[in-house]
């Protein structure tokens, strides 16, 4: 069943992609009156209830210790679509990369829920081959971006096969092009030092892909973002990734992570023994200076209702599940957003 829905939404994708060309299409799009939208959001394990043979899903079925079953199912879709409507004030985001998503089918029902059918998102995704089943995949908005071209990118660190990197190259009503990267690199579960390697393996393999887009041209407009699973000072991407500071000189085909300076004044977007910045946003040059769209600072989406409050300690983002219990809350990690303008 979850071969067929993603041929069927694989099918869909390539006819509205390409659907009477690219010009005809521009003519149709919107200019976002208050600035082009981007962000970023970890779900934090949005899965069916539907046992998958080809993944490790059992903990997120009826039967698991801690049932899944319908009704949580549906909670969910419910919260993660709040939070969602609430990241833009002033409207939808019009990209949003996700991660920790199973399936075609569980981003189908999100977009069809009350609170996001308004926003008539369709849907860029590409199995993976990760065990756990965890994918990351792009929602867009057709009325303002038109996708040209998307790819999956996969690192391969020591033989070993990562997470693939989702690309997708796209045009807005200004006529400016867009190139967008939705990450999920390895996580540090079994020690920092442990898996570290993946995860500068997988910022290297990007920067060589970025470096090929700069050599056709050096002033694209790139946006990078996603959960890292590293902090913004980190070597990933500090050196392997090779991103700078946002008050570092800004030159052509350099790539300026906005999460580095508020990091540094202790913000965050996941909380484990204080605040990590897992979930960044990356931007080449040329969406700081030299062209006519600008970046703005990096804004964490943090609504008080979106949080748990413990008897010690400030405030965090408040899980679905943890520790074999079921809290009904949203995810672990905070959603990030940008505007261009």
Not at 243 to 264: G, V
Not at 309 to 329: C, D, L, V
Request: charged share 25%; with cysteine.
């Amino acid at each position: 069943m979850r071969r067929f829905i993603v041929g069927i939404y694989a099918i869909l994708l390539v006819g509205s992609v390409l659907f009477s060309g690219c010009q005809k299409g521009m003519q149709k799009l919107k200019k976002a009156e208050n600035g082009f939208t981007v962000g970023f959001y970890n779900l934090e394990n949005l899965f069916d209830t539907t046992n998958d043979p080809l993944i490790n899903d059992e903990e997120f079925l009826p039967e698991a210790k801690v049932s899944w079953n319908s009704e949580r199912y549906e909670q969910k879709l419910k919260n993660m679509s709040r939070v969602i409507a609430a990241m833009d004030t002033l409207s939808f985001p019009h990209i949003l990369g996700l991660s920790e998503v199973e399936n075609m089918q569980v981003l189908y029902d999100l977009v069809q829920t009350a609170a996001l059918k308004k926003a008539a998102y369709a849907i860029i995704h590409v199995a993976d081959n990760d065990p756990r089943g965890i994918e990351v995949a792009m929602l867009y908005r057709p009325e303002f971006f038109i996708p040209l071209f998307q790819k999956t990118l996969q690192p391969v660190v020591e033989g070993k096969t990562n997470r693939h990197i989702l690309y997708v190259k796209g045009i807005m009503a200004t006529g400016d092009t867009l190139h967008v990267f939705a990450n999920h690199w390895t996580s540090r579960f079994g020690g920092y030092e442990e898996t570290k390697a993946a995860r500068n393996g997988t910022a290297l393999f990007l920067r060589n892909s970025i470096d090929s887009l700069f050599k056709i041209n050096p002033s694209a407009q790139i946006i990078i973002g996603g959960d890292f699973n590293d902090n913004p000072e980190d070597a990933s991407m500090t050196e392997f990734l090779n991103t700078k500071s946002t008050q570092d000189e800004i030159r052509p085909s350099m790539l300026y992570n906005l999460a580095l300076e508020p990091h540094k004044k202790g913000e965050g977007t996941l909380y484990y023994k204080g605040w990590d910045f897992f979930d960044q946003i990356i931007v080449s040059s040329a969406l700081l200076s030299g062209s006519r769209l600008k970046a703005s600072p990096i804004e964490i989406v943090k609504k008080e209702w979106m949080l748990f409050k413990p008897s010690q300690g400030e405030a965090r983002p408040n899980r679905t599940m943890s520790g074999g219990k079921y809290y009904g809350g949203f995810s672990d990690h905070l959603p990030v957003i940008i505007r261009l303008k």
